[in-house]
C-alpha cells in the first residue's frame, strides 16, 4: 500500500500491521437536525475517502438520540447532498435501530454496578460535578443496590416517573481530571415524539454512551470525528471496555474545517433560513451542500478542496479565497466560454451593413472543446462600464476617438458619443477597421483591449446574479455573526446575452467573458445567470 497521507492513515495502516483489524469499516453520523454544509464535506471526505483507500466500507449512520429537534426533511436532505457529493455508503443505520440494545447494554451496566439512577435534577447535577481544578462531589443515589437501580429504571422506562426527574448515570470517577468521567448521564427521560420510534419511548440515551454502542453494532473499525470528541474518547472507550466489546471501536479525532466568511452551524444556518436572511438552505449564497449545488459549484471542486485543505490534528482556519481559488481552477478546464452584458450600452458600427458569422472558441484551455459560431452586426451592445467618457491615464476600453477590440471580431473606433439630457449615455457610435478581424489583422492598429459584446439583435434578455459573500470580513466587521451578515448580498442586473446561452442546458456552468462563472437556469420563461464564482482571484495576491 502507498505511504500513508495523514495521521489517521497512519494509525490505521499501523492497527491493520498489528493485526488488530483487517476489513476497515468508517461511518458519517451526521444528526438530522439541519442540512449538510462544507464543514461535513470534509467529515465526507474523511470517512469515505479512508474506507475507499482500505478498500472498506462507511455506513451512514443517523445520530437521532435527540428526537425534539430531528426531523425527516432532513434525513432525505443529508441522503441526497452525500449522493451529490459522488458517495455511496454501505449500510444506512440510524442510533434509534439500536435503541432496544442499547437499552439492554444500559440493565447490563446496572447489574454490573457500572451505572446507578440518580434523582438529582440536571441543575443539582451540574453543580455537584466540580470544576477543571476541583473534583466534584458523589451523588447521594451512587451507592444504590443493582436491584434498586434496576427496578427504577424499568420504571423509568415505563412511564412512571416525570420528565428530567431522574437519569441514569455511569459510575465512574467523581474526582477524574477528565468531567466527562465524573458519572455522566447516559439516560434521560424525556417525553418527546421521535421522527422513527414516535411515542415508544420515554427515555433517551445521551450521544456519549449511545455512539459507541452504535459503531459496535455496525462493526466500525475506526469512528473518525471532530477534535471537540477528543475529551469524550475517555468515555467512548470506558464503554466500550465496560462492556466488553471486541474488537472495540477505535475513535480518532482530527481538526474541523473553517473557512473565513463562512459559518458553520447548523443553529445559525437555520437561523438565517428562519429570519428570512437568505432564501431558505439551498441559497446560493449558503455555505450548505444544498446552497453549493444550487450556486453551480461542482461536487468534484469541493472534494478537491478538502483533499487539499489536508487532515490535521490542529485546528486553523482556511481563507475562502482559496476554496474559491479551487473551483475557479475546476471551472476554468471544463465551463464553455459565452458572452453576456450586465448593464447594456448600444454600440452601433456606423460604417458596417449586413451580418456574419464569427469563429467563437468554446473554451481557450481545452483546444478539443472546439469553436461555435457567434453572429456579428451593426448593432451590439457592450458593457457600459468598458466606456468611459472621462477615462483615467492608462484606460485600455473604449473611450471618445479610442480603439478597442471586440472580442473574436473587430477593432473599432469611437466616433461619437450620443448623451441624453441628464448626461447619461444613450449610445456609442464606432467605425470598425475592415481589415482587423480576429484571426486575419492586416490593419496594423493596435487595440490594446479587448472587451465583449452581444449582438443587438440576437441578444437575450437576460437576469444576471451576483453574490456577495453572507458574511463580511471578520477584521472590519466584528466576530459576532450577527454583527457580520451582509444584508446587500445579492446584486440582480437586466442584462443582455448570446442567444447560445438560453438554447444551453439547465444548471450548465460557462464562463461570461470577463465577468466570471455563472450558471444558466429558466425561471418563469426568464434566462436566469446566477454568479458561482467571480473571475477576480484574491488569492494569490
Ligand atoms: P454543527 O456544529 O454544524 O451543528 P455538528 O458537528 O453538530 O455540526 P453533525 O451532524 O453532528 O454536525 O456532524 C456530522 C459529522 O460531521 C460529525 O462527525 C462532525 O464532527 C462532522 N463535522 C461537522 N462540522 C465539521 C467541520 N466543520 N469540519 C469537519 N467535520 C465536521
Ligand atoms: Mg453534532
Redesign the pocket.
Known sequence: MAEAENFIQQIIDQDIAEGKVTAIRTR????PN?YL?I??A??LFVNFGTALRYGGKCNLFF?DTNPSKEKTEYVDAIREDIRWMGYEWDREVYASDFFDQIYEYAERLIAEGKAFVCDLSAEEIRCTRGTLTEPGTESPYRNRSPQENLKLFREMKAGAYEDGSRCLRAKIDMTSPNLNLRDPVIYRILRATHHRTGDRWCIYPMYDYAHPICDFLQGVTHSL??LEFEDHRPLYDWVGYSLGFSPKPRQIEFA???VTNLV????YLKKLVEDGSVHGWDDPRMPTLAGLRNRGIPPEAIRDFCARAGVAKANSECEICYFEAVVREDLNARAPRAMAVLDPLKLTIVNYEGEEEIDFEINQTAPDAGTRKVRFGKTLYIERGDFSLDPPPKYYRLKPGGVVRLKNAYIVRCEEVVQREDGTVEEVRCSYLPDSRSGADTSGVKAKGVIQWVNAKTCIDAEIVQYDHLLRDADYAGQDFSERLNSDSEHIFRGKAEPYLAEANENEAFQLMRTGYYKKCTREGVLVLSEIVSLKDNFNK
Do not use: A
Open positions: 458519517f453520523p451526521p444528526e439541519g454544509h464543514g461535513h470534509k467529515s445520530d470525528c471532530t474541523r474545517l473553517n458553520m452551524s447548523k443553529r
